[in-house]
């Protein structure tokens, strides 16, 4: 069950050596020891940690109802169970970016514009992301193709979880401008990702889907 899991949340490779801590019992003994402890250490306090594969092991309390804390409940607080988060452990961060997080599609789009076919890009080796290039709006297109502008359109992760986001990078500096892809009042964008594979966003000319399935 760990290995499923590590080879679900991790950012290596689906069923690489790399997702799986290479399968290694040090690696392997540390996360079930931590997870599936003895219950008589079960008043001790729990840590997040890392064991490998880029995968980071967080303490949570959760409900029935799905409701996660990261903070214990009150007292007497009724449903709550402990648990653990798996997720993608944190990148290295660069000056400007999450270093290899970033990435800018703006040549793919410009290129593509005439293409009858969608455009598809991994991300992360976690998600699909596919763009209908003759659709996108002329909005978003004139912010690409004017020079005054200096703006590029990348991918990049949001700060939770590090779910993919489109968004403008201005030339030369720091800060992303975010365009508008909310699909409606049901979450946004996070939550369509991790509830509904294949859900469109931005008006239909891009859509995203989780490259795996926890089977």
């Known amino acids: 069950m760990v290995i ?3 080879r679900f949340v991790s950012p290596h490779p689906w069923g690489s050596r790399t997702a799986e801590v290479f399968r290694k019992s040090v690696g392997l003994d540390r996360i079930v020891a931590s997870l599936f402890g003895n219950p008589s250490q079960a008043t001790s306090k729990r840590f997040a940690f890392s064991a490998g594969s880029h995968v980071l092991w967080t303490p949570v309390y959760v409900r029935p109802d799905g409701q996660l804390k990261h ?7 009724d449903g709550w169970t402990e648990a653990w988060l798996a997720s993608r452990l944190p990148p290295y961060r660069s000056a400007n970016c999450v270093s290899g997080l ?3 599609i703006t040549p793919l789009i410009l290129d593509k514009k005439s293409s009858t076919g969608p455009v598809e890009v991994l991300y992360d080796n976690r998600f699909v992301l596919s763009f209908d290039p ?3 709006p002329d909005e978003v297109l004139e912010q ?3 020079p005054s502008a200096g703006r590029r359109l990348v991918i990049a992760p949001t700060k939770k979880y590090f779910l993919p986001h489109l968004a403008f990078r201005v030339s030369n500096g720091n800060a992303l ?4 892809t909310s699909p409606g009042p049901s979450g946004g964008p996070v939550a369509e990702v991790l509830g509904i594979c294949g859900h469109s966003y931005g008006a239909g000319w891009a859509n995203w889907r989780l490259a795996r399935v926890l089977e």
């Open 71 to 77: 903070e214990k409940p009150v007292l007497g607080a």
């Open 177 to 180: 401008e975010d365009i508008d």
């Open 102 to 104: 970033e990435i800018d």
């Open 134 to 136: 003759s659709a996108i």
């Open 144 to 146: 690409l193709r004017a």
């Open 4 to 6: 499923q899991i590590l």
